[in-house]
T-cell receptor, first 111, second 113 residues
Framework: QKEVEQNSGPLSVPEGAIASLNCTYS??????FFWYRQYSGKSPELIMS????GDKEDGRFTAQLNKASQYVSLLIRDSQPSDSATYLC???????????FGKGTLLTVNP | ETGVTQTPRHLVMGMTNKKSLKCEQH?????MYWYKQSAKKPLELMFVYSLEERVENNSVPSRFSPECPNSSHLFLHLHTLQPEDSALYLC????????????FGSGTRLTVV
């Protein structure tokens, strides 16, 4: 059973701080990693993808991948109240269509 | 239109009704998915179609019946639902191979009364 684990939160950070969201996965064959943002009552939106070890930056978002530790994280710099949402980690094995989602971490950014 | 479009956005139905949810994607993808998300709960994968063939059915009750007439369209036919079936139903699509994520539609908010 392939598993993707996330702390359910809520993770609460003050406005302007760095929010750090973490995810571990069980399948060593995983090759593609994704972060989705889901606002309450809305559908998930893909915000970051990462495929190689190291960091990938896109604006205020940085995804970090460590395949040896089976760990992927998302950093949000200068957090804004509009970043308050549930963040879903998703992992794909090889070129298979199958994407396994974590249960999500609820992030609250306080003004 | 672009992306993944779901209709209707909201649906209220009685337990004896029959209704259908529709999903259409304009991304050239050949895999499509139905997910259920109940309030404050994680995504639950219901059905997967790849190249118009159902490849996954996760122990979903028979009152939910999917249909994929072609690679761009996916339906979820509903009949004799229960109040606990009230949820956000999400359609997603992706290429069937490669390292791509899924693109989700905006969902149908279903209320069974």
């Amino acid at each position: 059973q392939k598993e993707v684990e996330q702390n359910s939160g809520p993770l609460s950070v003050p406005e302007g701080a760095i929010a750090s969201l973490n995810c571990t996965y069980s399948d060593r064959g995983s090759q593609s990693f994704f972060w989705y943002r889901q606002y309450s009552g809305k559908s998930p939106e893909l915000i970051m993808s990462i495929y190689s070890n190291g960091d990938k930056e896109d604006g205020r978002f940085t995804a970090q991948l460590n395949k040896a530790s089976q760990y992927v994280s998302l950093l949000i710099r200068d957090s804004q109240p509009s970043d308050s949402a549930t963040y879903l980690c998703a992992v794909k094995e090889g070129s298979n269509y199958k994407l396994t989602f974590g249960k999500g971490t609820l992030l609250t950014v306080n003004p | 239109e672009t992306g993944v479009t779901q209709t209707p956005r909201h649906l209220v139905m009685g337990m004896t009704n029959k209704k259908s949810l529709k999903c259409e994607q304009h991304l050239g993808h050949n895999a499509m998915y139905w997910y259920k998300q109940s309030a404050k709960k994680p995504l639950e994968l219901m059905f997967v179609y790849s190249l118009e063939e159902r490849v996954e059915n996760n122990s979903v009750p028979s009152r939910f019946s999917p249909e994929c007439p072609n690679s761009s369209h996916l339906f979820l036919h509903l009949h004799t639902l229960q109040p606990e079936d009230s949820a956000l139903y999400l359609c997603a699509s992706s290429p069937s191979t490669g390292n791509h994520g899924y693109t989700f539609g905006s969902g149908t908010r279903l209320t069974v009364v």
